[in-house]
């Protein structure tokens, strides 16, 4: 069965920067849609980033500019680079990956078959 185990987060100081990584265990070596999504209490589970499998990225408003996903080939690790954090960035963050799409959706949860365990990203002022 496929895992996707998470590592990173932590708490930093606003204006600072971290990155999630998301190591794929158990699937096949090749490229997958791929995205990242965060959750805060009360709130439904959102989208922050995404790519397809040819490599096409796509940002929710709110962190356009400041994250950026990234995959790596090699290995299959999904990455998060966060920079310029806001106290609003503060969630719990969630990869997640599907066997193929063009475009990663951000507005749903069910296109994705594997999800990563979770971590905490606390951003302070």
């Known amino acids: 069965q496929v895992q996707l185990l998470q590592s990173g987060g932590g708490s930093v100081q606003a204006g600072g920067s971290l990155r999630l990584s998301c190591a794929p265990s158990?699937?096949?070596?090749?490229?997958?849609?791929i995205a990242w999504f965060r959750q805060t209490p009360g709130t439904e589970r959102e989208g922050v980033a995404g790519m397809g499998n040819e490599g096409r990225s796509n940002y929710a408003d709110s962190v356009k500019g400041r994250f950026t996903i990234s995959r790596d080939n090699a290995n299959g690790t999904l990455y998060l680079q966060m920079h310029s954090l806001k106290p609003d960035d503060t969630a719990m963050y969630y990869c997640?990956?599907?066997?193929?799409?063009?475009?990663?959706?951000?507005?749903?949860?069910?296109?994705?078959?594997?999800w990563g365990q979770g971590t905490q990203v606390t951003v302070s002022s």
């Open positions: 997640a990956a599907a066997g193929w799409c063009r475009d990663a959706p951000l507005t749903r949860t069910d296109a994705y078959d594997w």
């Open positions: 158990g699937a096949p070596s090749r490229t997958y849609c």
